[in-house]
């Protein structure tokens, strides 16, 4: 399964940015969450949400404003970021969680594939 984000770019802090992020295997059902990585960091969990959308994640530093989301007949997660913040600059990642898993986690390692990610710069 191979996962492609897309949509990053650079913004002004208060500024909003939606990415994408593409599934190419048939069956669309995965627990999928959205992580970042700011140099010198270590990946931090943003965002996760269950196979039909009903059940949601985030991290207390996005919480407010970024929503994730899925379109599962497009085989496609999105995260909406308004109202961002420096802090938020990072490189973002979706990532799946194995098919036969039903609970969502926040620890990067337990989301088993990963895609390319997608630099995102606010500028002050």
């Known amino acids: 399964v191979q996962l492609q984000a897309s949509g990053g770019g650079l913004v002004q802090a208060g500024g909003s940015l939606r990415l994408s992020c593409a599934a190419s295997?048939?069956?669309?059902?995965?627990?999928m969450g959205w992580f970042r990585q700011a140099p010198g960091k270590e990946r931090e969990f943003v965002a996760a949400i269950s196979w039909n959308g009903g059940a949601l994640r985030y991290a207390d530093s996005v919480r407010g404003r970024f929503t994730i989301s899925r379109d599962n007949a497009k085989k496609t997660v999105y995260l909406q970021m308004n109202n961002l913040k420096p802090e938020d600059t990072a490189v973002y990642y979706c990532?799946?969680?194995?098919?036969?898993?039903?609970?969502?986690?926040?620890?990067?390692?337990?989301?088993?594939?990963r895609g390319q990610g997608t630099q995102v710069t606010v500028s002050s």
């Open positions: 990532a799946s969680r194995p098919k036969a898993v039903t609970v969502i986690s926040t620890t990067p390692a337990s989301y088993t594939n």
């Open positions: 295997e048939q069956t669309f059902n995965n627990i």
